[in-house]
């Protein structure tokens, strides 16, 4: 059973269109993120949402919305992407100040 | 912003030598230190959460020590084995955050030369 699942796992798009990319975790974590890994193969955080509200919301524009209908899944919606949205994007979930565990990502390629 | 930085950027060891890299981290406000372990086309995976000064952590063959005062941690790999070959990345908790606003460092990454 994968703790941390992410869908999908590649996703192909063109430049204007709007997608999603879902996450749900099944280890009873409170706490679940957005982190993004950019050019130079930094991890950064997006978002952090404990128990489905919005706890941290980083320098992020205002087309990308996450939204937890429950404690177990932390969705991430893309409006009007954009080429240097391309990127791999992972979701990750933990318990107080454990450790966060990690989805495999989701690259996403804007053409 | 916070600064995490661990070097070298890459490293390859010949299979059975020692090895250890570095992360520095600000020395001031600190909460935790978390090490992670990151194979291609896998997710992170956790190996250390490090909080106390002078702390030594310890996962088979694999160690990391602590320097709060100074900003730094290493990562020890005694008798190094292909399947260590992955990125290891290191990621800093300030005091006055949640795991939320961890910092994490680029890694280093680490080739085993059978």
């Known amino acids: ?111 | 912003i916070l600064n995490v930085e661990q070097s070298p950027q890459s490293l390859h060891v010949q299979e059975g030598d020692s090895t250890n890299f570095t992360c520095s981290f600000p020395s001031s406000n600190f909460y935790a230190l978390h090490w992670y372990r990151w194979e291609t086309a896998k997710s992170p995976e956790a190996l250390f959460v490090m909080t106390l000064n002078g702390d030594e952590k310890k996962k088979g063959r694999i160690s990391a020590t602590l320097n709060t005062k100074e900003g730094y941690s290493y990562l020890y790999i005694k008798g190094s084995q292909p399947e260590d070959s992955a990125t290891y990345l290191c990621a800093f908790m300030a005091g006055n955050f949640g795991n939320e606003k961890l910092t994490f460092g680029t890694g280093t990454r680490l080739t085993i030369i059978p």
């Open chain 1, 1 to 111: 059973d994968t703790a941390v699942s992410q869908t999908p796992k590649y996703l192909v798009t063109q430049m204007g269109n709007d997608k999603s990319i879902k996450c749900e975790q099944n280890l009873g974590h409170d706490t679940m993120y957005w982190y993004k890994q950019d050019s130079k193969k930094f991890l950064k955080i997006m978002f952090s949402y404990n128990n489905k509200e919005l706890i941290i919301n980083e320098t992020v524009p205002n087309r990308f919305s996450p939204k937890s209908p429950d404690k177990a899944h932390l969705n991430l919606h893309i409006n009007s992407l954009e080429l240097g949205d391309s990127a791999v994007y992972f979701c990750a979930s933990s318990h107080l100040t454990a450790s966060p565990f990690f989805g495999s990502g989701t690259r996403l390629t804007v053409v």
